[in-house]
């Protein structure tokens, strides 16, 4: 866990979160615990995960603006815990042990985190997982990418298997979150989607990783 990208994480999403305000996308203690998650993100993740979950954001304050998301009121704290409180949870454990298991996770939680933030009205929300789970399974891979070859480490054919994990943890999240939605709280139901598609992507990428450590 580093302290200087934890404090930069904290002042990106705080300002990330103003900006979400003034948009009237959040509330004061949505933007708080926004910030928070940002900088357990960016500390424990690093700059890539960073990027990506400020990408998210920034994607979905422009299309909640535009009108063209589902979200009708602003999020509060409760709201923010739900959606972006695994992915943050999973940097942390990352930062702390950079497990495999870990870094799946992330990439599960936060597939479903750009889903469930960028969902728009009266769309299929499993046809709209898919299509945003790959996408930002793609995006990991391609910002994981340029940050080894900027270091001067090797990438290869292994790496695609982040786009995979990114569908799975969308889909999963996105299938729970639907079956419990009308049983339970709408934020319970989110966060058990977020936590599920935390749990999937870390027994799958953690298991496939052990098949493939041999052969490699």
């Known amino acids: 866990m580093s302290v200087t990208r934890l404090i930069v994480g904290l002042i990106d999403h705080l300002l990330l979160g103003a900006l979400g305000q003034t948009l009237g996308c959040l509330t004061l203690d949505g933007t708080l615990i926004l910030a928070i998650s940002g900088g357990l993100i960016f500390g424990g993740g690093g700059w890539t995960w960073g990027l990506l979950a400020a990408a998210v954001l920034i994607a979905h304050f422009g299309l909640t603006w535009r009108g063209f998301t589902s979200q009708e009121t602003p999020h509060n704290g409760l709201r923010v815990v739900a959606t972006w409180g695994p992915p943050a949870l999973a940097a942390l454990v990352y930062g702390a042990s950079e497990h495999t298991a870990a870094w799946a996770a992330f990439i599960g939680a936060i597939a479903f985190a750009a889903a469930d933030e960028m969902e728009p009205a009266g769309k299929s929300p499993l046809a709209f997982s898919l299509v945003i789970g790959t996408l930002t399974g793609l995006a990991m891979l391609v910002l994981h990418d340029l940050a080894a070859l900027r270091r001067g480490l090797p990438t290869g054919w292994i790496d695609l298997w982040l786009i995979p994990l990114g569908t799975m943890g969308s889909l999963t999240g996105a299938a729970l979150?639907?079956?419990?939605?009308?049983?339970?709280?709408?934020?319970?139901?989110?966060?058990?989607?977020?936590?599920?598609?935390?749990?999937?992507?870390?027994?799958?990428?953690q298991s496939g990783w052990q098949l493939l450590t041999p052969i490699l």
């Open 177 to 205: 979150r639907a079956w419990t939605r009308r049983r339970l709280h709408p934020d319970l139901a989110r966060f058990l989607g977020s936590a599920s598609a935390a749990i999937i992507t870390a027994i799958i990428g």
